[in-house]
């Protein structure tokens, strides 16, 4: 398994989780890595992602100051902690590695590895 989502649940609004992503070494240092969503009935959507080598990260505007991508190197490990959940973040979650670029970054097309999804279900 080159990546594997975990760290989803049931929540209330306002509460936290973190979501990992553990990959494979070749995997990790993909020139990029993100987190990408899915709600029932909706498209899939960007949220936020890293390129290797840097540690900014790149955030839809709905999660910007919510959420915070991050990687654990020693670990092989993609993190995303998500404070001040809302009911609206409820969607299945995964993980994603490609040869993404600035410009592609937040496009699902520029990556080629993903992960099996891990559910996040926030209640009202």
């Known amino acids: 398994v080159l990546l594997q989502a975990s760290g989803g649940g049931l929540v209330q609004a306002g509460d936290s989780l973190r979501l990992s992503c553990v990959a494979s070494?070749?995997?990790?240092?993909?020139?990029?890595m993100g987190w990408f969503r899915q709600a029932p009935g909706k498209e899939r959507e960007f949220v936020a992602a890293?390129?290797?080598?840097?540690?900014?990260?790149f955030y839809a505007d709905s999660v910007k100051g919510r959420f915070t991508i991050s990687r654990d190197s020693a670990r092989n490990t993609l993190l995303l902690q998500m404070n001040s959940l809302k009911p609206e973040d409820s969607a299945v979650y995964y993980c994603a590695a490609g040869r993404a670029i600035i410009g592609t970054i937040r496009l699902d097309r520029a990556y080629d590895v993903w992960g099996q999804g891990t559910l996040v279900t926030v209640s009202s």
């Open positions: 890293m390129r290797w080598g840097n540690s900014n990260g």
């Open positions: 070494r070749s995997t990790f240092t993909s020139s990029a």
